[in-house]
């Protein structure tokens, strides 16, 4: 077997990750993905995932086959909408409270943790600059976040993204109020936005 056309053959068809489980399925074990490690021929991200040594790495795609319990939110959902001007240094995710995300997605993301019941509330799906799918919350479900969240994540980016949404022509402000009165927001929101919009 050509190991290395079948591992890109995965790569290729699973956003440039290939996974231990999806290798395995091919017929190739974990020991022959370590010994390819050594050679160099492919790359380890983290446990369970590793990439072609000519590939670059979408951050955001692998954290997002780690956990099926994690949802983009805040700086980096913002990002992602082109909300915010720059790439947070940090990913931000959010997690339904009582779920612990791995050691490897708490070493690189910030971590949000929300009633079950709120967890999936504006959940979509956005690109990432790499083109994968990534479980991300929609703008407005983003808003209400940061309005949440406004005295960890700062002023300046709370406010630049209050800005850039009330000037965004496809804001829905039916879907955000409705929102941010499940999120308890509501009062915090009307005192920022009447003055913005």
Known sequence: MDYIAELT???KSHGGIVETKIAAEQGISKAMLCKLCKENKIHRIVKGQYILPDDMQDELFSI???SANIIFSHETALFLHGISDRTP??????APSGCIPSASIKSECKVYYIKPELFELGKTVLKTPAGNDVPTY?????ICDVIRSRNRIG???FLSALKLYAANPKKDLNKLNAYAKKMRVSNVLHQ?????L
């Open 9 to 11: 053959a995965i790569a």
């Open 64 to 66: 997002s086959k780690r």
């Open 89 to 94: 240094f940090e990913h931000t995710i959010t």
């Open 138 to 142: 929609d703008l407005e479900r983003t």
């Open 155 to 157: 002023t300046e980016t």
């Open 192 to 196: 920022y936005l009447e003055v913005l």
